[in-house]
């Protein structure tokens, strides 16, 4: 059983990482982004709650979150554990993943800077179908504009055109980041420098895992 957290601000290659522990581990990675875009797509109630939000930069209620993550983390593929990207995002939602007993070995938070962020999210394209990530320079796909894992066509993200990026940094800072003070006094913060490729973060992410 191995229960991770991803923390970082947007663009710090959470999904990215994630993406490649969980091969490695064989652990689905819940992204709530990823879910509640689903939710936007599909029309549901949920979609319909985040969607503003969402458009805005801003974080959608814990009251929702925290909903679909309890509802997510019981389904069967997740009895070996799993990697949280993207959530908890507020000390709201990490008080209440402990309050329903939801405990972690290890939260990962990735250090990037500001600059580097709104350098990453514009160049930043996604698949709407599965959810991979890629960078048009940095991690770009095999072939032009279309996802190496499923062939569907790529998608620049709405909130990371520059505004929204803007605003998203700001509540990173404000509601998110306090979260590593949060899982310092539990022991469980593990911080990992943005440096080097998507190769050497994932290294040293692995050495914790392997502590
Ligand atoms: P992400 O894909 O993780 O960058 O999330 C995209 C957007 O979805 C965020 O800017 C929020 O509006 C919303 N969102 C995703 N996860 C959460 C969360 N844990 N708490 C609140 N809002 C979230």
Known sequence: MMKLIF???PGAGKGTQAAIV????????ISTGDMLRAAVKEGTEVGKQAKSFMDAGKLVPDSVIIGIVAER???????KGYILDGVPRTIAQAQALE???ILFDHVISIETADEVVTQRLSGR?????CGAPYHVTNNPPKAEG???ACGHELIQRKDDSADTIASRLEVYHAETEPLKEFY???DLLRLVADEGSIEDINGRIMAILEM
């Open 99 to 101: 309050d329903a007993g």
């Open 7 to 9: 923390l970082g601000p």
């Open 73 to 79: 983390v019981a389904k069967e593929d997740c009895a």
């Open 125 to 129: 394209r996604v698949c709407p179908q």
């Open 146 to 148: 279309i996802c190496d």
């Open 184 to 186: 310092q006094k539990r």
């Open 22 to 29: 969980s091969k490695k581990l064989g652990i689905p990675t």
